[in-house]
Structures are given as C-alpha cells and as structure tokens.
C-alpha cells in the first residue's frame, strides 16, 4: 500500500528555518520522484520543488536559494527545508511522488505550518 | 511560468446532473494537462493525466479533453461523492503549476 506522511512543526517563528519530513512507505525513493507542493489557507497549489529518483533535485525558482530538498533512501524519507520564513509561508505541505513527467499519483494528507511573529 | 487560468471557480450541481470545468494554459503544453480531486481530510486524488488518460480507478463518468492550451474536465452522471475542489496542472515543464480551482458543491 502506497502512503506518504508529512511531519513537522505546528508553528515556526518569522525569519526562521522550516523542516518537515515525508515518510514514504510501499515504494522505493530510487524508482519514483517525490514533490512537494504548498497551499496557503483557501489558496491554490504550488510546486515547490523535486527529489528525483536519481539523487538530483529540482527548484520553482520563486523560492530562489531559501529552499533545499534531500533524501535519506534508507529510511525512505525526504526532507525538505525552507529558511527565512514570512507569514506568507503559512501554508499546507504537501509531499507527492510521481513516475514520471510531474502526474503525481499519490500525495500525503499535508502538514499545516502556520509562521507566527 | 506557464499560467493556467481554470473556470468557472464556483459551480452548484445537482447529482444525476454533468459538469464541465475548463482550464487554459498561457501557452501550448501539448496533451500534458493533468486534473486533481481535493476534499477535506483524504489526500488529493488524480483523476486524469495528459489530459485524457484516465488514472487507474478513475471511474469512467469522467473524461478529459482537449490539446495545446484549452482543456476540458467532464463529469457526467454526478454522484455525492464527486462533489469537492478539482485543480488542473500543467506537466508539459518545470515548474509544474496548477490552476486555482474548481469548487463543486450541491445545489
């Protein structure tokens, strides 16, 4: 059964560092890419950024140097950080994966970060 | 960034009724337009993907159209379960982007 899981803070202080973590269980981080992907309160989606299969990641420009993504494959987990957080930050986060060409066809159910000052 | 512009945002149905949502990239992006069921507390769901091929599970009361920049999302035969948020997505290139949604609710 394929699952992912979001883990991470409630809430991250203004200009401070985010982390969370995605899970995943019932495939292999080597044979599938994972996304993630945000959405503000009552706002649409965004992709952030990719880990592909092969180790490589990949950036939405719009979070220029503040994001980096990597992976641990054997504890089939990938990370995410994200620094010099705003209150425009606050958001669900989504980790999705994908075989291929960016149709992601499972998602975790997101961690909601809110960033307080 | 390609945008995609996604209508109507709003839509009041009736079950038994069929539902069309559009969604218009600012540049051709070929077949590869994906669709996305959101609702509360389940993950989002892909429906869809290079705009016509329908994902494993998918029941067949949908369909997907269309080429380049105007596509379309069918439900026919509205159940319950069907109503919610649908988002379309771009997967032609990098950044990946979605519309802004498509809230179906019960009229």
Not at chain 1, 5 to 11: A, Q, R, S, V, Y
Not at chain 1, 36 to 50: I, S
Not at chain 1, 69 to 93: E, G, H
Request: proline letters at 4%.
């Amino acid at each position: 059964q394929v699952q992912l899981k979001e883990t991470g803070p409630d809430l991250v202080q203004l200009t401070q560092t985010l982390s969370i973590t995605c899970t995943v269980s019932g495939f292999s981080l080597t044979t599938y890419n994972v996304h993630w992907v945000r959405q503000p309160p009552g706002k649409g989606l965004e992709w952030m950024g990719a880990m592909w299969n092969g180790g490589g990641t990949d950036y939405n420009s719009a979070f220029k140097s503040r994001l980096s993504i990597s992976r641990d494959t054997s504890k089939s987990q990938v990370f995410l950080k994200m620094n010099s957080l705003q209150t425009d930050d606050t958001a669900k986060y989504f980790c999705a994966r994908s075989v291929a060409r960016g149709v992601m066809d499972a998602w975790g159910q997101g961690a909601s970060v809110t960033v307080s000052s | 960034d390609v945008q995609m512009t996604q209508s109507p945002s709003n839509l009041a149905a009736s079950p038994g009724e069929s539902v069309s949502i559009n969604c218009k990239a600012s540049k051709s992006i070929s077949k590869y337009l994906a669709w996305y069921q959101q609702k509360p507390g389940k993950a989002n769901k892909l429906l869809i993907y290079s705009g016509s091929t329908l994902q494993s599970g998918t029941p067949s009361r949908f369909s997907g159209s269309g080429s380049g920049t105007d596509f379309t999302l069918t439900i026919r035969n509205l159940e319950p379960e069907d109503f919610g948020l649908y988002y379309c997505q771009q997967h032609n290139e990098y950044p990946n982007t979605f519309g802004a949604g498509t809230k179906l609710e019960l009229k």
